[in-house]
Nanobody, 121 residues
């Protein structure tokens, strides 16, 4: 089993910045991909950004140029640096990962519990 725990959410003014962190722990052999999703009230959960173990990144069009995803592979941690935040970025942000566990051949997908980001003046 593995667990993902997010942190770093909060209330920030428009044009402000926040950095989210997500730490993966447990019986982890390797992590193939780590992702950030977000879900605003009444809306679907959407992919914000992802990063592979090799460092390739992908961003939603709405956050490209403002958000940066990065990892510390030694710490099984993924970060989301969010700059120039807008009210429409308000959402619960979730960490997601494809994980290979020790002794298992397949990948397992895990979710964190989410962290609230509110952008408001």
């Amino acid at each position: 089993q593995a667990q993902l725990v997010e942190s770093g959410g909060g209330l920030v003014q428009p044009e402000g910045s926040l950095r989210l962190s997500c730490v993966a722990s447990g019986n982890i052999f390797s992590i193939n991909v780590m992702r950030w999703y977000r879900q605003a009230p009444g809306k679907e959960r959407d992919l914000v950004a992802d990063i592979t173990s090799g460092g390739s990144t992908n961003y939603a069009a709405s956050v490209k140029g403002r958000f940066t995803v990065s990892t510390d592979n030694a710490k099984n941690t993924v970060y989301l640096q969010m700059n120039s935040l807008k009210p429409e970025d308000t959402a619960v942000y979730y960490c997601n990962a494809d994980v290979k566990l020790w002794g298992m051949s397949r990948l397992y997908n895990y979710w964190g519990q989410g962290t609230q980001v509110t952008v408001s003046s």
